[in-house]
C-alpha cells in the first residue's frame, strides 16, 4: 500500500514542466496580427501560466529586425501564455524566451523522481553510483526556449540566429526548405559553445518514434512519446524527420555546483518548428489555418484539461477510501 501511495503522489505531483514556443501553424502570413503560445508543461500540454516577472528575455527576429514584445503584449488563456505580435515581412522567422533563474529544495525521493519523470538520466546515473540516491537538493534553474517559423514564401538566414542564452539549439538548416524524409543537424550550445555526450530528446505532435533503450530507467515513466539522441563530439544531433507535422527538441543540462545555499543548477533548453503544412498562394503569403481552427483546438484542449482533473480525482478519491478502509 505504501508503494501505491507514493505512485499517487508521484502521479498527482511530478507532471513534466518542459517550456515550448507552439503555434497553430507556423507557417504565417504577412503583416499579420498573430500569436505564439507559451506552453509550460508537455509539448501537447500546459500546466500554468508564465508570470512576466520571470522572463529575463523576449526576442522577435525576422528579415535581421530584432524587436523585444513588452508585457502589455502578453495575455493568459487557461493554463497558457500568449504572446501577441504581427507579423512583418515574409521571411523566416525565430522567437525566443529566457526565464530566470530560480530555486527548488527537494528531499532525496522528490529528487530521484524528478531526474527519472524528466529524463536527466545521466545525473541519476551519477547518484546512483556514488551512493547518492539519499542526498536531497538545492537547484537553481532556469528554462531558455526558442522557436522558427515562416512567414509567407520567402526564406531568409534569420533561422540561423544565435540568441545567447546560457543553452541553445541552433539548425545548421533552414526548417523551411526542408520536407518530409530529410534529414536536420542541429547543434546544441552551452554558455556558447559546442555541448557534447549531452541527452537530448526528439519528438513531434501526434507522430510516435521508435526509442533507443539504452538506460534501465527507460520503462520508468520518462519521455515515452519521444526518441532519446546524444550530442556527439561536435555538439550535434541528427533529426530525421519522418512525417509532416510539429517536431521539437528537449534538453535539460545539470550540473552540480558549490554555490552557497545549492547543490545543483539545471539550464533547460528547448527548440521548435513545422515541417510541410505551408500552402503557397500566388500573392506571395502562406495560408494561416490558425484562425479557422484555433477555437475548436482550445475546446478539445480544454475538454481534456478537464478530463484529466475529474480522472486525477477519482484516482485520488480511491486511494483515500482504501486508506481508510485499511
Do not use: C
Not at 503555434?23 to 502570413?29: A, R
Not at 509550460?40 to 529586425?65: A, C, H, P, Q, Y
Not at 547518484?127 to 531558455?144: F, G, I, P, T
Not at 503544412?277 to 478539445?300: T, Y
Amino acid at each position: 500500500m505504501k508503494k501505491f501511495i507514493v505512485l499517487a503522489a508521484a502521479f498527482l505531483i511530478f507532471s513534466s514542466h518542459d517550456m515550448f514556443l507552439k503555434m497553430g501553424t507556423y507557417f504565417l502570413q504577412p503583416n499579420t496580427p498573430s500569436t505564439i503560445k507559451l506552453f509550460n508543461g508537455t509539448f501537447d500540454k500546459s500546466e500554468n501560466v508564465i508570470d512576466r516577472s520571470r522572463m529575463n528575455d523576449v526576442r522577435l527576429i525576422g528579415n535581421g529586425i530584432e524587436s523585444n514584445p513588452d508585457s502589455s503584449q502578453w495575455s493568459e488563456m487557461n493554463d497558457i501564455t500568449i504572446l501577441n505580435f504581427t507579423t512583418g515581412e515574409s521571411g523566416t522567422w525565430v522567437a525566443g524566451v529566457s526565464t530566470n533563474p530560480s530555486d527548488i529544495e527537494l528531499s532525496a525521493e522528490d529528487f530521484n523522481e524528478y531526474l527519472v519523470h524528466d529524463g536527466v538520466l545521466d545525473m541519476l546515473s551519477w547518484r546512483e553510483e556514488n551512493n547518492a540516491l539519499d542526498q536531497s537538493a538545492v537547484e537553481k534553474y532556469s528554462k531558455h526556449v526558442k522557436t522558427i517559423f515562416q512567414v509567407g514564401d520567402k526564406t531568409t538566414d534569420d533561422w540561423q540566429t544565435v540568441l545567447g542564452y546560457p543553452i541553445e539549439f541552433v539548425p545548421l538548416a533552414n526548417p523551411y526548405a526542408l520536407h518530409a524524409g530529410d534529414k536536420l543537424q542541429v547543434k546544441l550550445l552551452r554558455n556558447g559553445s559546442p555541448l557534447v555526450d549531452q541527452l537530448v530528446y526528439m519528438g513531434s505532435e501526434g507522430h510516435e518514434h521508435d526509442h533507443e533503450h539504452d538506460h534501465d530507467h527507460e520503462a520508468e515513466g520518462h519521455s515515452h512519446d519521444a526518441t532519446e539522441l546524444r550530442t556527439d563530439g561536435e555538439g550535434l544531433v541528427t533529426m530525421n524527420l519522418d512525417a509532416e507535422g510539429q517536431w521539437y527538441l528537449r534538453t535539460i543540462h545539470m550540473e552540480q555546483v558549490e554555490e552557497e545555499g545549492l547543490t545543483h543548477e539545471s539550464n533547460w533548453a528547448t527548440l521548435t518548428f513545422e515541417i510541410g503544412h505551408g500552402h503557397s498562394h500566388g500573392d506571395g503569403a502562406a495560408h494561416n489555418h490558425e484562425d479557422g481552427h484555433e477555437h475548436n483546438e482550445e475546446e478539445e484542449k480544454d475538454s481534456n484539461s478537464l478530463l484529466f482533473v475529474v480522472l486525477g480525482a477519482v484516482f485520488l478519491g480511491f486511494v483515500l477510501f482504501m486508506l481508510r478502509k485499511k
